[in-house]
């Protein structure tokens, strides 16, 4: 059974920091790419950042280039999600997703965590 845990998330004062965690297990986490992607209230979810699976090649939407780091941990089975320079508008619930980016939008599936809360404000 796919297990993915986010954790790290919270409330931060525009300008700070917070990192994710996606703890993953029931699956050989190596083997696939990884991704997040968040949802604000009232709008459609959106993709953030992905991970090939050696953690070579990192990907992000426009909103997170610059600002947001995706890596991973292959030895203890964990993807992490450095948010800096964050912004009220970042202020969204955050997943942790098994595989990469599929379809513009992304949709919620088994391949998904619970999600995280983050709340950007002063």
């Known amino acids: 059974e796919v297990r993915l845990v986010e954790s790290g998330g919270g409330m931060v004062q525009p300008g700070?920091?917070?990192?994710?965690?996606?703890?993953?297990?029931?699956?050989?986490?190596?083997?696939?790419?990884?991704?997040?992607?968040r949802q604000a209230p009232g709008k459609q979810p959106e993709w953030v950042s992905a991970i090939t699976r050696e953690g070579r090649t990192p990907y992000h939407?426009?909103?997170?280039?610059?600002?947001?780091?995706?890596?991973?941990?292959?030895?203890?089975?964990?993807?992490?999600?450095?948010?800096?320079?964050?912004?009220?508008?970042?202020?969204?619930?955050?997943?942790c997703k098994r595989g990469g980016w599929v379809g513009l939008v992304p949709v919620r599936d088994a391949d998904w965590g619970q999600g995280t809360q983050v709340t950007v404000s002063s």
Do not use: K
């Not at 993953?24 to 997040?36: C, E, N, P, Q, V």
């Not at 800096?84 to 997943?95: G, I, R």
């Open 61 to 95: 939407a426009n909103f997170a280039r610059g600002r947001f780091t995706i890596s991973r941990d292959n030895i203890n089975n964990i993807l992490y999600l450095q948010m800096d320079h964050l912004q009220e508008e970042d202020t969204a619930v955050y997943y």
């Open 16 to 37: 700070g920091s917070l990192r994710l965690s996606c703890a993953a297990s029931g699956f050989t986490f190596s083997s696939y790419d990884m991704s997040w992607a």
